[in-house]
């Protein structure tokens, strides 16, 4: 189940926010909150059930592992060498889980290739969002060695902490102490609801009317044979991708916050425009903050971060980075994603950040960031390293279409294509001060709501009408 999807939006939110808040009927407010949370785990429970009920078996194996995990660990608080095998043998757990399910078949195929030879095992699915809670059930049980959070005793707070169905399927990954005190007591609040709603409805918005309208454009061009197209349709196509996965991936974190404020919660933000960044370090302080947050918390800094001399550094920047591809995905592809972006990260330590920070002319910084990370989504997109390789350098040596680009893209979607590179930031820094001065009164507050109810409108429409409704994240 998706979050664009009439069976979402017309039934589980309506009835999940309608059954929670008849809860609010009990005066008890400690019996109230034990109530809302039972049920938000019933509805995280059949949400996710709705993709397999196999998965939700897997998950809740994965909550009781880590509730047992951080019991052994909080109990030998004193006993150095005894948290510290538990903690070892939590990470064993976790991953375990997630190589299997995920790099299998990746692996079992890289030897197949060296063996010259077919084993004939069953290829394993991949079960939605389990890079997500894996990732977020290991940052608890980390954080509870380290004394950074408390050890949760009640196995069904924890299992919502795990499983709440706003950011379970693709984040944010969200630390517990950062909610610890939301899941045991919260207050909901009009404004709250509200705000909300507003969120959840510009990024279902982003997601519907700009990420999945550009997202047939860059499918009809990159998934097709690179000897179709002509350079420039070639440069349509990776750009209209790369517009298509930001807004897909911060459209759904958007109205994952949004949900979560409608249930009481209040969630770290996830996105940053990414696409203003004016170096490779800035594009990845916006970019998926709460991913990157948790490879500089947990792996990073235990490495020794930039704390060991520059060589080690450097290292170290690789190792993220390499894990970082490796966790988008079970293919070389990723793999060589993230190195590239490493190499870069890299480079600009040793001398280009520098010369970055120097320039006065910004423009051209954004310019060289936006043509490394466009060109880089290549990779991401790509099935193999030969069909991101040969994308990448036809969309350097000139080709001539023969190929009308009204065959690949129609008025409507260049239009939607052009207000999703305004709307990815420059519009938003433009009208910053403007909207400051009028977002108060009461005349914008009309228009904001009457703007957001036909947003609304046109994304049921375009969701009835239009099968293409895909997420991109769902993979991982």
Excluded at 216 to 237: D, R
Excluded at 399 to 407: G, V
């Amino acid at each position: 189940m998706v979050f664009s999807s009439i069976i979402f939006l017309w039934y589980f939110l309506p009835i999940a926010l309608g059954v929670y808040y008849a809860f609010t009927f009990i005066k008890d407010k400690s019996l109230q909150t034990k109530c809302k949370n039972i049920w938000l785990l019933i509805a995280s429970f059949v949400f996710y059930a709705c993709g397999g009920l196999v998965y939700l078996l897997i998950m809740i194996v994965s909550i009781i592992g880590n509730y047992l995990f951080a019991l052994r660990i909080n109990h030998n608080q004193t006993k150095e060498k005894s948290a510290k095998l538990w903690l070892v043998l939590s990470i064993i757990f976790n991953l375990g889980i997630l190589f299997y399910f995920k790099y299998t078949n990746f692996f079992v195929g890289i030897i197949e290739n060296i063996a010259n030879h077919n084993f004939g095992l069953k290829e394993v699915v991949l079960p939605i969002g389990i890079s997500f809670y894996t990732f977020q059930s290991m940052s608890y049980v980390i954080d509870v060695y380290n004394k950074k959070a408390k050890c949760q005793k009640n196995i069904f707070n924890l299992a919502l902490y795990i499983s709440l169905f706003s950011q379970l399927i693709a984040g944010p990954i969200i630390k517990y102490s950062t909610i610890e005190n939301q899941i045991n007591a919260r207050t909901e609040t009009v404004d709250m609801f509200v705000n909300g709603i507003q969120r959840f409805m510009y990024g279902l918005a982003k997601k519907v009317i700009i990420a999945n309208t550009v997202g047939e454009v860059a499918k009809n061009i990159l998934m097709q044979s690179n000897n179709t197209f002509g350079t420039s349709l070639l440069w349509l196509g990776v750009i209209c991708y790369a517009i298509q996965i930001y807004y897909d991936f911060s459209g759904y974190s958007d109205m994952a916050v949004g949900i979560g404020k409608m249930f009481g919660f209040d969630f770290p933000e996830n996105f940053n425009y990414p696409y203003m960044a004016t170096s490779i370090r800035d594009f990845w302080r916006r970019w998926h903050i709460s991913l990157s947050t948790w490879f500089k918390e947990y792996v990073y800094i235990p490495l020794g971060g930039n704390r060991k001399g520059k060589i080690r550094t450097y290292i170290n920047l690789f190792i993220v980075f390499f894990l970082t591809g490796l966790w988008h995905g079970a293919n070389f592809t990723f793999v060589i994603w993230g190195l590239v972006f490493g190499l870069f990260m890299v480079i600009e330590r040793l001398f280009l950040g520098k010369l970055l920070d120097k320039n006065k002319i910004k423009f051209f910084n954004w310019l060289y960031t936006m043509f490394v990370v466009v060109v880089l989504w290549v990779l991401f997109c790509s099935d193999s390293i030969s069909q991101a390789f040969d994308i990448i350098k036809n969309l350097f040596v000139f080709r001539k279409n023969y190929i009308a680009i009204n065959n690949v893209a129609s008025l409507w979607q260049i239009i939607v294509l052009m207000l999703g590179i305004l709307f990815c930031g420059p519009i938003q820094k433009i009208c910053k001060k403007p909207l400051a001065k009028v977002k108060d009164t009461k005349w914008f507050f009309s228009v904001n709501y009457i703007f957001q109810f036909c947003l609304y409108i046109i994304c049921i429409n375009l969701i009835i009408s239009n099968s293409f409704n895909p997420f991109i994240y769902f993979q991982f």
